[in-house]
């Protein structure tokens, strides 16, 4: 297999006319469905208007992502989730899973159950282009660009708060974002203490353990908390077992203007892979099939080696430093480090010798140039660096001042554990060794100025200067350096005190990621971001919704395949665009029943895509971005007669996409709905155990035939006919678990 030809080059003159008729025949047609729509949910609330676009109040924990963070005063797309609404579905699977029913976005799991490895898609944008940034330092990976949540299992017991900002977004540390920004705040100090014990149980033998606890407030400003976690599951898919061991400890030091905070997180996960995927015959007659570790013995038995796992470790440490200085200034300064390490495990079935740098050795009189073998690829590495921000607040003006430098050192490497052949070998020599390192430095300054009373200025300015080598035999040599200026403007209009309109513009720049340099030499991407929105505030109604266009030059789209580890491949594809529009609301129906729908439609367009099919170049016109539905909805229906009991119905449909960028029928994902029945019951006691909270979790409770990523390629056959190109397709899925369930208990003493 081979990675398929895509050639972009630009129409020639007068022919990018019919993209822009689609484009004025869309932007009609959104239009109309947002004056349709919010007529409709207008109508039905015309209660007596409060002032509640301010946003809440930032007390002083929260100032340490304030940077990075906005509220309904700017003009930036976002939707947020705090602990509350997490407790009732917080069960043990991970972070993406949970954000599942969020406006534009997409999640799935390797193993089908949302336990192991999971990731998410924003706006069509896959994990690598969501900018992930915890208590304002970056998470994403430096090479990958990935997000692992698998590393930091049962995390979401540790969120205090997330917030998903939607397109470029605010200046943030880290990678720029292109689809979103993602910035999570770990746990609060607590002023009193507690401890609790959690319990959950489910499909697949999955269980989570946890315990938390607080010592409070000591002495009116030290405080020290903590959590150990354990999650195990079999996973749907065979073999495709979870062990996550995962943990959270805290210290505080808090008075009047001074707040230091010391975290050490972070998690150890052996995860059977579960990568592979399977065919179109297999997902018809049998779904949970995994080839991960197969292989065919002596005898001629098919086995499967054992160990065929992802085993790594990853702890993070950081230290947060945030002062008062007056009324009007304050500061905050972090330092933290990663450390990481691990491997993962592959039985190999008659590999060449020539692969692992061997020589041929002759048995009984026969050459041999071929033996099993178990290997390990590692990889060892170190992340760390500092940010820092500087706030000015008066009456009319927020300006923030900030900033960061991170480096990352990298070392990757493979060994032969065992060869049934081990021709010339020595234990511990490593057939490949390589190293790499990336540093990113970055400054920003922005401002927010209020006008008048209604109107609202914004600007951001970024600089980010970034630069990466490599040594790989997958990459090549990579020595490559990167200046980027990033400007954002915007204005808000508040028309009264529910009603609240933004528009604004954004220029993004992105590197490439390791995996992209095994295509060849990639071109780093540019988005240009517009945003347009309005929002409604009432006691009994909030309605958010925006208009989006997204016009990208040179941007990285996957192309369906997979790399030899299973990681996406992408490659450059010129001129694109994404237009969108995106609503969400939330409507108190009574005074026990709670309505949270969102919707997201879209048109994602390559243009002037050119694709060589059997040897000739074709043009393909304007082609859909892989992994981009036009539909994505959600719905949440919530039933709470009193505050120790609700019920929640939630459903998910995505719309039909593709997972290549030739509109190939061989690359179609079908749209699917998922439907989850929640449900939760606080029994409060009057004795040293305060309470206790009870969980039950049915996902897919249709149980629905759901298939929600896959991969697709293509490569050239000049071999069976010679003399002639005939291009193959093939593609492979990943399918979700069917009805399944998690129950849970958690006691607070």
């Avoid at 039905?44 to 208007?49: C, F, G, L, Y």
């Avoid at 954000?99 to 924003?122: C, E, H, K, L, Q």
């Avoid at 930091?152 to 708060?161: E, I, L, R």
């Avoid at 949970?288 to 086995?303: C, M, R």
Wanted: overall charge negative; charged content about 20%; proline content about 3%.
């Amino acid at each position: 297999m081979k990675l398929y030809s895509i050639i972009q080059k630009r129409a020639a003159s007068g022919s990018l006319r019919p993209t822009q008729n689609n484009h004025r025949n869309y932007i009609k047609r959104v239009c109309a469905a947002t004056a349709i729509f919010s007529l409709a949910l207008t109508a039905s609330a015309q209660e007596e208007p409060i002032d509640s676009l301010e946003g809440e109040k930032v007390v002083l924990d929260e100032v340490l992502v304030q940077a990075v963070r906005v509220t309904k005063d700017f003009p930036i797309t976002f939707s947020d989730l705090d602990k509350v609404e997490l407790a009732p579905r917080n069960l043990g699977q991970d972070v993406p899973i949970l954000m599942n029913f969020m406006p534009a976005v997409v999640t799935t799991s390797d193993a089908g159950a949302g336990v192991g490895y999971t990731s998410i898609r924003v706006r069509g944008s896959d994990a690598t282009r969501v900018n992930v940034t915890i208590n304002g330092v970056p998470y994403n990976d430096a090479e990958s660009q990935g997000t692992f949540w698998v590393n930091m299992p049962d995390f979401a017991s540790s969120t205090q708060s997330l917030q998903l900002q939607r397109g470029v977004g605010t200046s943030t540390n880290g990678a720029g974002a292109f689809g979103a920004s993602l910035n999570m705040l770990t746990d609060a100090f607590s002023e009193e203490a507690y401890a609790r014990i959690s319990t959950s149980v489910g499909s697949f033998n999955t269980l989570r353990n946890n315990v938390k606890f607080s010592t409070g407030l000591m002495n009116d400003h030290f405080e020290f908390s903590g959590r150990l976690s354990r999650v195990t599951s079999d996973g749907y898919v065979d073999r495709a077992a979870s062990e996550l061991d995962g943990y959270f400890l805290q210290g505080v030091y808090n008075d009047d203007n001074t707040l230091i905070k010391a975290l050490l997180f972070g998690g150890h996960e052996v995860t059977y892979q579960a990568w592979n995927g399977i065919t179109a015959d297999q997902l018809e007659n049998n779904r949970t099939y995994n080839s991960a570790g197969e292989y065919t013995d002596d005898n001629g038995v098919t086995q499967y080696h054992d160990n065929e796992v992802d085993d790594y470790k990853q702890d993070h440490f950081q230290l947060h430093w945030y002062e008062t200085w007056n009324s009007a200034w304050n500061t905050h300064l972090a330092v933290h480090y990663t450390r990481g390490r691990g491997y993962f495990e592959q039985y190999r079935d008659d590999d060449d010798f020539a692969t692992y740098g061997l020589e041929p050795i002759t048995v009984n009189g026969n050459l041999v140039e071929t033996t099993d073998l178990i290997r390990r690829r590692w990889l060892d590495n170190d992340f760390y660096g500092t940010i820092f921000s500087a706030t000015y607040n008066n009456e009319n003006l927020e300006l923030i001042m900030g900033g960061g430098y991170n480096e990352y050192k990298g070392d990757h490497f493979g060994e032969i554990i065992w060869a049934e052949y081990a021709s010339d070998s020595e234990y511990g020599d490593r057939y490949y060794d390589d190293t790499s390192t990336k540093t990113d430095f970055n400054v920003y300054t922005k401002a927010n100025y209020k006008l008048t009373d209604q109107w609202s200025l914004f600007g951001d300015l970024q600089y980010r200067g970034v630069t990466y080598e490599a040594n790989g035999d997958d990459t090549g040599l990579v020595d490559d350096s990167f200046n980027f200026f990033n400007p954002k403007a915007g204005v808000t209009f508040d028309l009264n005190r529910n009603n609240n309109f933004y528009f604004s513009y954004a220029r993004a720049n992105r590197e490439p990621n390791r995996n992209d340099y095994e295509s060849g030499s990639p071109k780093p991407e540019k988005l240009n971001d517009f945003e347009l929105g309005w929002r409604y505030v009432s006691p009994s109604f909030q309605l958010n919704t925006n208009v989006y266009y997204m016009r990208y030059k040179d941007q990285l789209v996957l192309t369906g395949e997979l790399n030899d580890v299973g990681a996406p491949l992408r490659s450059n594809v010129g001129d694109s665009y994404r237009l969108g529009l995106e609503i969400e609301a939330n409507v108190d129906i009574s005074n026990s029943f709670r309505w949270r729908p969102n919707i997201a439609l879209s048109d994602n367009k390559n243009l002037d895509f050119y694709f060589e099919r059997d040897g000739v170049l074709q043009d393909l016109g304007n082609t859909n971005i892989a992994y981009s539905p036009k539909l994505i909805a959600g719905n949440i229906i919530s039933y709470m007669p009193n505050a120790n009991f609700q019920v929640s119905l939630l459903s998910k449909f995505v719309g039909k996409q593709y997972m290549g960028n030739i509109d190939s029928e061989t690359s179609v994902l079908d749209s699917y709905t998922q439907t989850d029945f929640n449900v939760q019951y606080t029994i409060n006691m009057n004795s040293f155990i305060k309470s206790i909270e009870l969980s039950g979790l049915v996902n897919n409770i249709f149980d629905a035939d759901i298939v929600s990523n896959g991969y697709f390629y293509t490569f050239d056959d000049d071999y069976s006919n010679p003399g002639t190109i005939t291009t193959i397709e093939g593609a492979g899925y990943y399918p979700q678990a069917g009805i399944n369930f998690l129950v849970g208990a958690t006691v607070n003493f």
